[in-house]
């Protein structure tokens, strides 16, 4: 072979390499634009809580409320029967708040979800929720944490949490 038919070959091959390490580089940013998770994504799994019902919250609006503010309502102890499943309590969003609220309880004990809901509305809430199995009689502690989102984008705002007793009482 002669020095100009090497140096063609080289040519092709560098050519070919080049275009090879483009392809590859373009695959790879492509893939990290599917696989990434986008603001859309997420609002399109925002959905609102199916078994949330209508729901007169306690908790009055204060006279200079603005609807920039969100409430979130305190959590006073959690009373059930030895025995029972599932308890009464409302995890409710007031309606004069703006924003939706989804709630995850869990208790502390054991680090398990008893709940995690979806959106819900102004006016709702989800009433109950299952306690864990074979509770004994006494006081054990319950974290329930609110997280706010706006009403139009789904972006999360903020939120907060309590620790709260659930008091377990023999039947009488």
Do not use: C, W
């Not at 029967?81 to 208790?107: M, Q, R």
């Not at 972006?155 to 007793?165: H, I, K, Y």
């Amino acid at each position: 072979m002669n020095r100009n038919t090497r140096r063609i070959h080289e040519n092709k091959r560098r050519v070919i390499f080049s275009l090879l390490l483009l392809l590859i580089s373009f695959l790879a940013v492509l893939l990290f634009f599917i696989l990434k998770p986008s603001d859309n994504k997420a609002s399109n799994q925002f959905r609102e809580d199916s078994s949330a019902v209508g729901y007169q919250s306690k908790l009055k609006k204060p006279q200079d409320f603005t609807k920039e503010q969100i409430a979130l309502p305190g959590f006073s102890k959690i009373y059930v029967k030895e025995g029972e499943e599932k308890t009464n309590y409302a995890l409710s969003n007031p309606s004069f708040n703006e924003v939706y609220f989804k709630y995850k309880v869990i208790f502390k004990n054991t680090n398990e979800t008893l709940l995690e809901t979806e959106a819900i509305a102004p006016g709702k809430a989800i009433i109950g929720f299952p306690l864990p199995k074979d509770l004994q009689e006494g006081e054990y502690p319950v974290i329930i944490k609110i997280s706010t989102y706006d009403q139009e984008t789904k972006t999360r705002l903020n939120g907060g949490e309590s620790t709260v007793p659930l008091i377990v009482k023999k039947e009488e």
